[in-house]
């Protein structure tokens, strides 16, 4: 009975044994929060003698990443380093195959305890270094922590939307992240409408500092939307603000909300507009409700409408779908009221392309100017993108109020911004008549400083200069009797630059024949990045304005797309044109085909 019962407890303890050394798996796990979106994280192993990260990177085969042998993965405080890897070398640069841009590796650890629900990997807290944190279990609930008080709170002084009130005073944003970790270095990007910078997104970067704080102030002179993206390994969160001059407003962010839901690590706001922006508009609007489903449809065709009335009676009855659509929105006037224009600016859009002889009537101009948009033709709501459409559509319209007054200041910047200084406008309000005076002095110096110093082949080709419509000839009279070959490009354009590095060869190869390379491109190229970038790129180099390159694309059919070749032997005709890299045999083939005598 004895030795039964010891060969029992024998067999029990090495059950036990075999169980405590089973290997944890976690398929698929989550990472809370990394910036470091291109990596994948597709399995953790939790074995008895180490603990593996499955990994996977999808990123450009012409650059390449590095995994340093001091990483380490932190778990409950302490601190487990790394032993080995498997299909990369620690500390070695390491590439992507260059057919799938992809590569598979794994990293071992020091063994952490088999029952940890969640940890973080890092290289180091230093800018610039990988980490990855709150990794854990696809089934696994991350904790939450409660939103304090004053951040759930109404602010019933900021109950209706903004008066459109022009100030110089910036508007401030702050930021406060919970459950934040040194080393997170977690970066924040902005786009909002700047009235002196209508003719492109403003895109601005920050990051929270290691305390996950950070303030972003800006002088946006009348009440304007501001969206910030906060970008992480699994999704986005966005706060959408309505911000104001002299006013703040606090954002706090909880990083360790899983960010698998949209949205999850924006929590709350506190300051102005924070009853807007924590109400029940915000939660059913801004993070899921689709507008474009309850919205009412656009007709098909317009062909049917045939006069001015024909478009009043078409506007009259989608404004009313409009009112049925939203009816479970009419708590919220004001913010409705702002989804009208938002709504009726993309069918004024479609009727000015579709319709255009009756759009340009002054009968159903003047109709609109009654009626509709009231939000933009108000002292009330904000300013935005909307503004920027609008200018195509009513720049030249003289109905006083704020909303046209901001027009014709745009559609004026907008100019001044593409290199078109034309004649002042006429603006009602003296702040805007000064603004104008103060940015056309400043792009005025901008231009004859960026002009002063360029090297002889370098060259920055004003909008006064040469008419969209001679650019080409322009350029092939300047270089008349040689083999010039076109290259539209641009400074963020990854196939481009790709492109260029490749044809490098080529143009060593065929140095000996006279053909001039003309590198072009325009102002979406930050203008000190392509001043440095040019000084590695051989041929002669132009910065144009967009109407001028708008104009070369269109001759070439590009549709916008870039990089965009074409080639022209020495008596000015075209013999070869192409749109995208396809390689330089075809662009070979092309300058050969051209240097034909």
């Given at each position: 009975m004895k030795l039964l019962l010891l060969t029992s407890a024998f067999a029990l303890m090495a059950s036990v044994g075999t169980y405590a050394q089973k290997t944890v798996v976690w398929e698929k796990p989550v990472v809370g929060y990394s910036q470091y979106n291109y990596f994948e994280i597709q399995k953790v192993e939790l074995a008895k003698d180490r603990t593996s990260l499955y990994m996977s990177v999808t990123y450009p085969s012409d650059a390449w990443f590095r995994f340093s042998p001091q990483s380490y993965i932190e778990a409950d405080g302490k601190r487990y380093g790394i032993t080995g890897s498997d299909s990369i070398e620690l500390g070695k640069e390491e590439y992507t195959s260059p057919q799938t841009m992809r590569k598979e590796f794994v990293l071992h650890f020091k063994p952490i305890p088999q029952k940890t629900k969640i940890f973080d990997m890092l290289e180091s807290t230093q800018k610039g270094d990988f980490t990855f944190f709150y990794i854990h279990p696809d089934d696994y609930q991350l904790p939450e922590t409660p939103v304090p008080e004053d951040f759930r709170a109404d602010d019933s002084e900021d109950d209706v939307l903004p008066k459109k009130v022009f100030s110089e005073e910036p508007a401030v944003v702050h930021f406060k992240a919970l459950n934040y970790k040194k080393g997170m270095d977690a970066q924040i990007r902005t786009v909002f409408f700047d009235i002196t910078n209508p003719n492109s997104y403003n895109d601005y970067y920050f990051?929270?500092?290691?305390?996950?704080?950070?303030?972003?102030?800006?002088?946006?002179?009348?009440?304007?939307?501001?969206?910030?993206?906060?970008?992480?390994?699994?999704?986005?969160?966005?706060?959408?603000?309505?911000?104001?001059?002299?006013?703040?407003?606090?954002?706090?962010?909880?990083m360790l909300r899983d960010d698998r839901y949209p949205n999850s690590k924006v929590i709350g706001y506190k300051g102005y507009m924070a009853k807007w922006m924590n109400g029940e508009f915000q939660k059913k609007v801004m993070n899921g409700m689709e507008i474009s489903r309850i919205s009412p449809s656009f007709p098909d065709s317009y062909e049917q409408y045939k006069t001015v009335d024909d478009l009043v009676t078409l506007h009259d009855s989608l404004m009313l779908a409009f009112d049925q659509s939203f009816a479970e929105l009419q708590q919220f006037p004001d913010v409705v009221k702002w989804m009208y224009v938002d709504w009726e600016l993309r069918f004024f859009c479609i009727l000015a392309e579709e319709c255009p002889a009756l759009f340009n009537t002054q009968e159903f101009r003047d109709y609109i100017f009654r009626t509709r948009p009231k939000c933009l033709f108000s002292d009330n709501g904000q300013v935005g993108f909307d503004l920027k459409d609008m200018t195509k559509l009513f720049a030249g319209s003289k109905v006083k109020g704020a909303g046209p007054d901001l027009l014709r200041?745009?559609?004026?910047?907008?100019?001044?911004?593409?290199?078109?200084?034309?004649?002042?406008?006429?603006?009602?309000?003296?702040?805007?008549?000064r603004l104008y005076d103060q940015k056309r002095q400043e792009l005025t110096v901008k231009v004859s400083q960026q002009k002063e110093g360029l090297a002889e082949n370098i060259h920055y080709l004003e909008l006064t200069e040469v008419a969209p419509e001679n650019t080409l000839q322009f350029l092939l009279d300047r270089y008349k009797?040689?083999?010039?070959?076109?290259?539209?490009?641009?400074?963020?354009?990854?196939?481009?630059?790709?492109?260029?590095?490749?044809?490098?060869?080529?143009?060593?190869?065929?140095?000996?024949?006279?053909?001039?390379?003309?590198?072009?491109?325009?102002?979406?190229?930050?203008?000190?990045?392509?001043?440095?970038?040019v000084k590695t790129i051989p041929g002669e180099h132009y910065y144009l304005s967009p109407q001028q390159f708008k104009a070369l694309g269109d001759l070439y059919q590009s549709g916008g797309s870039i990089p965009t070749y074409a080639i022209y032997n020495p008596k000015g005709e075209l013999v070869y044109k192409c749109v995208g890299f396809g390689g330089v045999e075809p662009l070979k083939e092309g300058l050969m085909k051209a240097t034909l005598r």
């Open positions: 990051n929270l500092d290691d305390e996950g704080c950070a303030d972003f102030s800006w002088k946006v002179y009348y009440p304007t939307r501001m969206q910030f993206e906060i970008p992480s390994a699994e999704g986005s969160s966005f706060a959408i603000l309505i911000v104001a001059p002299g006013k703040e407003v606090t954002v706090l962010l909880d200041f745009i559609n004026a910047m907008s100019e001044l911004n593409s290199g078109i200084f034309n004649p002042k406008p006429l603006l009602d309000d003296p702040n805007l008549s009797g040689k083999t010039v070959f076109i290259d539209l490009w641009a400074t963020w354009c990854v196939p481009c630059i790709q492109g260029q590095k490749a044809m490098e060869p080529v143009k060593q190869e065929l140095k000996d024949k006279d053909i001039v390379y003309l590198n072009i491109t325009y102002s979406t190229s930050p203008f000190d990045d392509w001043k440095e970038m």
